[in-house]
């Protein structure tokens, strides 16, 4: 895990077409997911990034604008990307499910899913709207394959994860995953 955690914006969109126009002006990454039917997802592309200019984002951000910390937990390229919201455990506060997701979940995901040659915890700082997420996962991999039939490395490693996940996240209410291609691709040296 690297020491330098950058604060970033991420402005969820309900389009593709919309993320990619904010993202000419911005100049981060566009983690969009290009399936036909993205109806029954939280959002359709996540845009990471830094800017000074508030207004370029809440016009563009329709599903929810944050200020996250980008912690690159495993730095390296991907070409598809698992990105998976969370909701904090209703048990626990977010710095309490923070905390866990950071210290104790990224070592096992490290562990468990040896596929994943890249991986960043974009932890939620303040959300200014939208939807209160307290994070989103982006878990790289090279190749759709890879991210669909190879996310966990042993026969346990699903129940280890899954288990260790019901402790700091909400699994009822945590929406379900995009599976998002980033624009332009990050490098080892991109926050998120």
Same mark, same amino acid.
């Given at each position: 895990?690297?020491?330098?955690?950058?604060?970033?914006?991420?402005?969820?969109?309900?389009?593709?077409?919309?993320?990619?126009?904010?993202?000419?002006?911005?100049?981060?990454?566009?983690?969009? $997911? =290009?399936?036909? %039917? @993205?109806?029954?997802?939280?959002?359709?592309?996540?845009?990471?990034?830094? !800017?000074?200019?508030?207004? +370029?984002?809440?016009?563009?951000?329709?599903?929810?604008?944050?200020?996250?910390?980008?912690?690159?937990?495993?730095?390296?390229?991907?070409?598809?990307?698992?990105?998976?919201?969370?909701?904090?455990?209703?048990?626990?506060?977010?710095?309490?499910?923070? $905390? =866990?997701?950071? %210290? @104790?979940?990224?070592?096992?995901?490290?562990?468990?899913?040896?596929?994943? !040659?890249?991986?960043?915890? +974009?932890?939620?700082?303040?959300?200014?709207?939208?939807?209160?997420?307290?994070?989103?996962?982006?878990?790289?991999?090279?190749?759709?394959?890879?991210?669909?039939?190879?996310?966990?490395?042993?026969?346990?490693?699903?129940?280890?994860?899954?288990?260790?996940?019901?402790?700091?996240?909400?699994?009822?209410?945590?929406?379900?995953?995009?599976?998002?291609?980033?624009?332009?691709?990050?490098?080892?040296?991109?926050?998120?």
């Amino acid at each position: 895990m690297t020491d330098s955690t950058p604060l970033l914006w991420a402005a969820a969109c309900s389009s593709v077409s919309r993320a990619e126009t904010l993202n000419q002006s911005l100049g981060g990454t566009v983690y969009a $997911d =290009h399936r036909a %039917d @993205t109806s029954k997802l939280p959002f359709a592309a996540l845009v990471t990034g830094v !800017t000074d200019n508030l207004d +370029l984002l809440k016009d563009a951000a329709d599903v929810g604008l944050y200020i996250v910390c980008a912690r690159t937990i495993k730095a390296g390229s991907a070409k598809i990307y698992g990105l998976s919201p969370m909701l904090a455990h209703p048990q626990l506060n977010h710095k309490q499910a923070d $905390d =866990h997701w950071r %210290d @104790t979940h990224a070592p096992l995901a490290l562990t468990h899913h040896a596929y994943m !040659t890249h991986y960043v915890q +974009l932890s939620v700082v303040h959300t200014l709207s939208g939807r209160p997420f307290d994070g989103f996962a982006l878990c790289g991999f090279a190749t759709l394959e890879d991210l669909r039939e190879r996310f966990f490395s042993e026969p346990d490693s699903r129940e280890v994860i899954l288990a260790d996940i019901n402790t700091f996240a909400d699994t009822q209410r945590s929406p379900r995953r995009l599976l998002a291609t980033p624009h332009p691709q990050p490098t080892e040296d991109s926050p998120a």
